[in-house]
């Protein structure tokens, strides 16, 4: 399995594997691909931290980051959103998504985001370090059930201290 960058080329391919592993994903909206194409074309859109795993020049799973703002009471945090992630059916558990996760996760510090956020589903994204926003005192300010708002610090206290909101669309 390889991990790289995506390019503008694979752009159509990915549309449609995005649409077919979330077509058998647990938690799916059926518009996933097209938030991919809404999140490109928004200005939070970060090219060089969207990834596929590749095996054999085909793509088994893709991970974005976009940027995340946080509300503080003295300014803005910005930090990244994981948004989605997925992983072709016949890959899953394999350790492809978590491979996915931590090479994101390790370039977006590099690039100098210290925190990540996400929705979705404590238990699985707990293994990755990420807890409820309210457990770093901010403030889940979105429609979404605040057991799937999710934090984590890419460096540790990166989130200590502060007193903040978030609103995920």
Do not use: W
């Not at 994204?125 to 770093?136: D, K, L, S, W």
């Amino acid at each position: 399995m390889k991990i790289r960058t995506v390019k503008s080329t694979d752009y159509q391919n990915l549309y449609t594997f995005i649409q077919i592993a979330f077509s058998t994903a647990e938690v799916k909206d059926g518009t996933e691909q097209d938030f991919v194409l809404n999140l490109r074309a928004g200005d939070t859109f970060i090219p060089e931290l969207e990834f596929i795993a590749e095996e054999d020049h085909e793509i088994i799973g893709h991970i974005m980051m976009t940027k995340q703002s946080i509300q503080l009471e003295d300014g803005i945090l910005t930090g990244v959103l994981v948004a989605p992630l997925c992983v072709d059916i016949n890959h899953r558990h394999q350790g492809i998504g978590q491979a996915l996760m931590h090479y994101a996760h390790k370039r977006a510090l590099e690039m100098g985001y210290t925190t990540s956020f996400l929705v979705g589903n404590p238990d699985y994204y707990g293994r990755f370090g990420y807890r409820q926003t309210n457990e770093f005192n901010i403030i889940n300010d979105s429609d979404i059930p605040n057991q799937f708002v999710l934090a984590c610090e890419l460096i540790p206290n990166a989130l200590k201290n502060i007193k903040g909101k978030i609103m995920i669309h």
